[in-house]
Structure formats: structure tokens, C-alpha cells
T-cell receptor
Framework: DTGVSQDPRHKITKRGQNVTFRCDPI?????LYWYRQTLGQGPEFLTY????????KSRLLSDRFSAERPKGSFSTLEIQRTEQGDSAMYLC??????????????FGQGTRLTVV | LAKTTQPISMDSYEGQEVNITCSHN???????ITWYQQFPSQGPRFIIQ???TKVTNEVASLFIPADRKSSTLSLPRVSLSDTAVYYC????????????FGSGTKLNVKP
């Protein structure tokens, strides 16, 4: 396992279309996070799964956004009726539970979405 | 949600030591301090984490004073490849979803 994998790396779509992104976490990680990052800003939290349960959703996650993690493995993030404001980098991260020294979350390389 | 304050940008030259300070006045007793590095078009990458005093690994040192209201990331002898954005995060590591990234510090290393 080489790390968190995201697909596609780049996506260009027309306004109003639906898009879906996939994230494959590190295999033994039961926690998975989605973030959105716009130019010049840090990543903003969108949603979080522990195994297959979606435990938290940010207010940034409008009803056009939906995320799933069937069977607690890979996750998908779908955006319906895309808007130009959805253009951003979408990042996925995964981690083990636990805390303290040596704990960390691992990020994928992201999916760059451009809505035209 | 413990927010942090960092300088927006810093310049340095190759071979110099760089210190980036982060303020986190509202840090909670159970919170750790974590630093991530991000290159353009890549996801953030963990650098170092600490709770108090000093932590050192192969790439950086983290200095945390006794009151824990600030911390300093120290990068020894930077190179051009250290040009990146550095984020200071504060939170309990069991709830990474609560970590606030902010805008980070853009470090520009010049030859």
C-alpha cells in the first residue's frame, strides 16, 4: 500500500453536471476525511467517516454534496448540479484511531475540480 | 475549535535555519500541536507533532513553551525544496476532523 489514492487527479466539468470523486485510504485506516481547498487557503473540513459511518458533516457540505463509504473501505464524494464556486481541490485523508505522539493523518494528492 | 495565527509568508536563503512561530492562545489541555507541509498540487504532509517542551525528528524540531500558547517549528539548513506552505494545527489527535488549518505560512527559500 503506497498511501492514500484519489481518482481522478483532475476533472473539468460544465456547470450543472454531476461529478463523483473516489478516495482509497490506507488499507488499515478506519478513519477517512474529506477536505476542500481553494487557492491560497488551507484545507477546509467537509466530512468524516469512521468505518462506514459518516460521523460529522461540515456546514460547508450543502445538500448538493454527498459522501459515502460503503463497507468502510473506499469513499466517494459526489457533487450534484455543480456550480462555479465548487471549483477547488478536493482532498481525502485517512488515519488510524488513537492519539498522542506519532499519530498522523495521511493525505492523498487531491482531485482538482474546475467547473466551467 | 482552537484557531491558530501564523505569519502569512517568510523568506529565507538556502542553508539558513528557519523558525516559524504559531500562536494558539485557546489551546486545550488535551490538545497536541501538529505541523503539516504542503507543496503545490499535493496534499499536506505530516512534519512533526508535540505536546510540550521540545520534539525533534529527522526533518524538524518543535519548541513548545511551558504555557503552550505558542509553538515554533524550526527547519535546519533549508534548501530550495523546502519552499512550501506550512500549517500549524492544534487539536486532540483523536478528532482530526476538528483540526483547523488556517492559511498557513508560505515559506520561500531563495538560492
Amino acid at each position: 500500500d503506497t498511501g492514500v489514492s484519489q481518482d481522478p487527479r483532475h476533472k473539468i466539468t460544465k456547470r450543472g453536471q454531476n461529478v463523483t470523486f473516489r478516495c482509497d485510504p490506507i488499507s488499515e485506516h478506519n478513519r477517512l476525511y474529506w477536505y476542500r481547498q481553494t487557492l491560497g487557503q488551507g484545507p477546509e473540513f467537509l466530512t468524516y467517516f469512521q468505518n462506514e459511518a459518516q460521523l460529522e458533516k461540515s456546514r460547508l457540505l450543502s445538500d448538493r454534496f454527498s459522501a459515502e463509504r460503503p463497507k468502510g473501505s473506499f469513499s466517494t464524494l459526489e457533487i450534484q448540479r455543480t456550480e462555479q464556486g465548487d471549483s477547488a481541490m478536493y482532498l481525502c485523508a485517512s488515519s488510524l484511531p488513537g492519539q498522542g505522539p506519532s499519530w498522523e493523518a495521511f493525505f492523498g494528492q487531491g482531485t482538482r475540480l474546475t467547473v466551467v | 475549535l482552537a484557531k491558530t495565527t501564523q505569519p502569512i509568508s517568510m523568506d529565507s536563503y538556502e542553508g539558513q535555519e528557519v523558525n516559524i512561530t504559531c500562536s494558539h492562545n485557546n489551546i486545550a489541555t488535551n490538545d497536541y500541536i501538529t505541523w503539516y507541509q504542503q507543496f503545490p498540487s499535493q496534499g499536506p504532509r505530516f512534519i512533526i507533532q508535540g505536546y510540550k517542551t521540545k520534539v525533534t525528528n529527522e526533518v524538524a524540531s518543535l519548541f513548545i513553551p511551558a504555557d503552550r500558547k505558542s509553538s515554533t517549528l524550526s527547519l535546519p539548513r533549508v534548501s530550495l525544496s523546502d519552499t512550501a506552505v506550512y500549517y500549524c494545527l492544534v487539536g486532540g489527535t483523536y478528532n482530526f476532523n476538528k483540526f483547523y488549518f488556517g492559511s498557513g505560512t508560505k515559506l520561500n527559500v531563495k538560492p
